[in-house]
């Protein structure tokens, strides 16, 4: 399971998606996550739908990857729908012993599916077609304006990318240390909850030491860059907005305008 986070690596390649601006793909990803929040319907929200699986294509991001990095949410998905079909009331659809489940809980029940598998889906796809570097920068860059109010911006910025990049790491070093753990007898699948909970501690302490040690070696290979934050520092490659920027700006518009016009005219129907 937890070889299958996806979350925080970077897919290299030379797609459309992968020659935005880190700025502009970060603004797109935000204006993304306000599309899906605001469909009020499957109607609209298959408009974000369909953007979104354009993106993918567009970004040539492996399929198998995208099923893969869903993978672990799938839990949260389930049990979010459950407590959306059970708690909702309004015409009964379903009656088992004393509990009641009603149509409208099961178009929300699909709705909040929907929606969550497509936000995450969607806010990876950040962190799939763009580096740590130029996401880094990207951060900076909009974060500028709050250098007037006397804020570290860059130091910020570096902290939030290299906290992003070393989830995979951390998720690949768990992974191996509950292998050597069970390969010497560790019993980590059975027993309640309390005994599941103590078979986890011979996995956090050298998982914290590792954390530890690789942080040490990141700040000692920082140092010996002569690395100093955002003071006098310079780019190899300047961020500048392309034509294609825009152009992606401007879909995006419209399929934001297209779920608010679906919102207007289209009537959420529950139909079962």
Not at 63 to 90: H, Q, R
Not at 108 to 127: D, Y
Not at 130 to 148: N, Y
Request: net charge positive.
């Amino acid at each position: 399971m937890l070889s299958d986070i996806t979350i925080g690596q970077y897919f290299p390649g030379r797609s459309i998606i992968h020659r935005l601006d880190p700025r502009m793909k970060i603004v797109l990803t935000l204006a993304f996550i306000v599309m899906l929040f605001l469909a009020k319907s499957l109607a609209a929200l298959a408009v974000g739908v369909v953007f979104i699986v354009a993106a993918y294509v567009l970004s040539r991001v492996p399929l198998k990857m995208i099923l893969k990095s869903l993978k672990p949410v799938i839990p949260i998905v389930i049990f979010t729908a459950i407590l959306n079909m059970f708690f909702i009331e309004g015409d009964p659809f379903i009656i088992i012993w004393k509990l009641t489940i009603s149509r409208e809980g099961v178009y929300t029940a699909a709705l909040m599916v929907v929606r969550i598998i497509f936000l995450i889906g969607g806010s990876s796809l950040l962190t799939y077609t763009t580096s740590p570097i130029m996401l880094t920068d990207g951060i900076e860059r909009l974060m500028s304006p709050l250098k007037a109010i006397k804020l570290p911006v860059h130091e910020l910025a570096m902290m939030m990318t290299i906290a992003l990049r070393f989830i995979p790491t951390l998720i690949e070093e768990t992974d191996k240390i509950m292998s050597a753990q069970k390969a010497r007898g560790a019993d980590m699948e059975h027993g309640n909850i309390l005994q599941r909970a103590k078979a986890l501690v011979p996995i956090l302490i050298p998982l914290f030491v590792s954390a530890f040690r690789r942080a040490d070696e990141l700040a000692l290979a920082m140092e010996c860059r002569c690395y100093r934050g955002g003071s006098g520092r310079t780019r190899m490659k300047q961020l500048k907005l392309a034509p294609a920027d825009f152009i992606a700006a401007a879909i995006v518009a419209v399929f934001i305008a297209g779920v608010v016009l679906v919102n207007i005219f289209v009537t959420p129907l529950v139909v079962l």
